[in-house]
């Protein structure tokens, strides 16, 4: 066998990735049959099982890069981005995910690799929090971890929603009322901001 | 046949219910055969579906029960209660209603079906809500429509989170961040009480 660059296994990966994200979009986890997977991707079950071990390690590989990206955003932009972008995903996608909870809490190890998405994004989401707190932009009568599990609740209820195919509540009526709920004295009910 | 008496049919619908929710929530909607329905009911598919036309019917039949009973709790004895109940409930069956999603989506029928449940218990959450807004005890700077879709948001992060088997955040909690949310100058940071 030939042997291929490192950056053509990663343009490869990509392919596998990019071609999976859509058939999963398309016919759900279940649905997406390895038939399927290859006629998305454009590459052999071969080609695809010698990037990935399986089906569920691609979906969970799409999974850290989903947590990877929003995590950035939070820490990056703020909430607001991570919220519009929310708005904005296909909602195919985003039912997908809801199909595998079931598994997630029947399936010990794979609740737990799920937790254990994007760990570096998780963390600096908590730095973000940490230095919007010392800026007085989130209240700080609540542990920090509070304040994450609340905006999470609402993110799973905002892509819940989407998902099951209801129009989508306006991102600045979300984040006036997020900013109350977790805003710090520098910014609680008066004109609003960004929260953290 | 013999004829039987309402008060017979009303107990015979009760059974199946009750058998179908179990049935449910063991097994996931799709996993819900007729075999199943009926083991779990005790009653031969005849008599199931004498008293409903088909599965999906019985669903929604329960799903129209909880949105009545969550919409009751809500109205009756105010937010805490129905966090307090989807805290409680069975995550299995919350898992059940998830496997749902796809189907909300794709099938237009079946999404207004959903929306239409339990109209009643929509009516009183809406006078409740406009009965604490006059007591000062919801903002009135927001729609109450805003307010009754960020709880909405919150509920069904909620009962996803339950769904997949994470750890349920502590009631009081989400109620106190929720309170600074939606809480009008009654109560907004004062000692908290159960909001709306």
Known sequence: MPKISEEQRERRREQILAGARRCFAAHGYEGATVIRLEQETGLSRGAIFN???????????????????????????????????????????????????????????????????????????????????????????????????????????????????FPSPEAGTILELVDSAIGGRARSRTPRRTPA
Do not use: C
């Not at 390690?57 to 947590?67: C, G, V």
């Not at 929310?86 to 995910?97: F, I, S």
């Not at 707190?133 to 799973?156: H, I, N, Q, T, W």
């Open 51 to 165: 990037y990935f071990p399986s089906k569920e390690e691609i979906f969970l590989a799409l999974a850290d890069r989903d947590a990877d990206r929003l995590g950035r955003l939070w820490a990056d932009e703020g909430l607001a981005a991570v919220v519009h972008a929310l708005v904005e995903e296909d909602p195919d996608w985003l039912g997908t995910n809801l199909e595998l909870v079931r598994r997630m809490r029947t399936d010990e190890s794979f609740r737990t690799r799920w937790k254990q998405r994007a760990p570096e994004a998780e963390e600096r989401i908590k730095t973000r929090l940490e230095d919007a707190r010392a800026a007085g932009e989130v209240r700080d009568d609540v542990p920090l971890e509070s304040v994450g599990m609340f905006v999470g609740l609402l993110m799973d209820g905002l892509a819940l929603r989407r998902a099951a195919g």
